[in-house]
């Protein structure tokens, strides 16, 4: 079965209630994510998402695409590109670079709504045996 040359992942509306609770769960506090008064003092003027928040979307696409072979040995480099603010939307995508030495590639992007790119990067998975 051939690796699909392009997938999508589910747009996720960004909620400050999601910062709190990625904060309780991963131990980030960093008051730049949960602190509105704090945060109007940073170049960003108010809070942002963690990264690796927005990051998870990128994970669970592949993961959705490629369930156990990505959990078990998927690849992903990322950067950084942009800030994701409470109320904005985003979703992962990737496209299909190639496949070369028993895995796929692929080019991932999170794009945010006005179609800017806040993470971009590369992931890879083994190709499924015969």
Known sequence: MSAPDTLAGAARA?????LRAYADASGDHNPL????GYAATTMF???????MLVLAFVSEMMTDAFGER???GGSLRARFRAPVY????VRAAATKRGEEDGAVHYDV???NQDDQAVI??????KEEEA
Do not use: F, K, N
Not at 14 to 18: D, G, L, V
Not at 33 to 36: A, E, N, S, T
């Open 14 to 18: 960004i909620t400050q209630e999601q």
């Open 33 to 36: 994510h949960l602190d509105p």
């Open 45 to 51: 003027g108010r809070p942002i998402a963690h990264g």
């Open 70 to 72: 990505w959990l078990e």
């Open 86 to 89: 409470p109320g904005d939307t």
């Open 109 to 111: 992007a999170v794009r």
């Open 120 to 125: 971009d990067g590369h992931a890879s998975v």
